[in-house]
């Protein structure tokens, strides 16, 4: 199951490593033009999710702090006083996707079957679980990986092929 879409969030990943190894610290905390969102807010955001859909496929215990900061509703500015290194956040993110490509893997039908719990996609096409991470993998990934790429072209770079 989600074969596809793992795949796709691997070549996500590649690109993901690709992209911030441009974006460097003194950078890290700027709001990007048009989007306005500051790579440290796009990293922790999809560190976040991975976390987040981790927690829903195993039903694993409460919130961590990026889901705190990061998380739907937030605001997408962050301080540099955060207490968070663009490193360890990296980090956070590479790892987090792991988790949650290895929780798709051998996710249990009858989680992946249930109603997805996320209010703001009430009446849309994401109706269960399943449905949710393959967005969470694949379409939320990649439209947030597009703004930090923004962010690093902003800076200068050109662009990937």
């Not at 610290?25 to 560190?47: K, N, Y």
């Not at 990296?90 to 790892?95: F, I």
């Not at 109706?127 to 393959?134: I, N």
């Amino acid at each position: 199951m989600f074969e596809r879409e793992l795949a796709i969030n691997r070549l996500h990943m590649m690109q993901f490593e690709t992209i911030v190894a441009d974006v460097d610290d003194a950078s890290f905390f700027q709001p990007g033009a048009g989007h306005g969102l500051s790579p440290m807010w796009i990293v922790g955001h999809l560190a976040a999710t991975a976390d987040y859909g981790c927690q829903m496929l195993r039903r694993t215990g409460e919130p961590t702090s990026l889901i705190r900061l990061f998380g739907p509703g937030t605001s997408g500015a962050v301080d540099r006083d955060c207490g968070l290194e663009r490193n360890d956040v990296c980090a956070a993110l590479l790892e987090g996707y792991r988790g949650l490509q290895q929780a798709a893997a051998g996710a249990d039908d009858d989680i992946l079957s249930q109603p997805q719990p996320l209010p703001f996609f009430k009446g849309t096409p994401i109706e269960t679980t399943m449905d949710l991470v393959a967005y969470m993998l694949t379409s939320h990934c990649a439209f947030h990986l597009a703004q930090l790429s923004s962010c690093r072209r902003e800076l200068g770079f050109p662009p990937l092929v």
